[in-house]
């Protein structure tokens, strides 16, 4: 299974997201690693490139359901920090992506 967040540098909401992922996976049975993607850096994958800050994306597919949209800044409006998915939305994904139980 893959994890990515995926940024900016710079994106005021990359630590929120990177702490409500955190979360998600520590309840997880067996946690798994978060590969972080600057998505400015230019030996990136072009199709990574493609979403906006910050983004997370469980075996390729985004958390929130959502499409690339370029270099932008993302919100996530279902999101109690409109800036960042919420931790309902991450555990879903997971849950989604055959991980089994959340605790």
């Known amino acids: ?3 990515q967040l995926l940024f900016f540098p710079g994106c005021p909401n990359v630590g929120a997201a ?14 798994l690693p978060i590969q972080e993607v600057d998505v400015t ?8 490139r493609a979403w906006g800050s910050p ?3 469980i075996n ?12 932008c800044c993302r919100l996530y409006r279902t999101s109690e920090r409109r800036g960042a998915p919420s931790l ?9 992506a055959g991980l089994g139980r959340v605790r």
């Open 18 to 31: 990177r702490g409500t992922l955190e979360r998600a996976l520590s309840k997880v049975h067996d946690p």
């Open 55 to 57: 983004t997370i994306l």
């Open 1 to 3: 299974m893959l994890v």
């Open 41 to 48: 850096d230019p030996a990136t994958p072009p199709d990574l």
């Open 60 to 71: 390729g597919v985004d958390v929130a359901g959502a499409d690339p949209a370029g270099s």
């Open 88 to 96: 309902a939305i991450v555990e879903a994904a997971l849950l989604r």
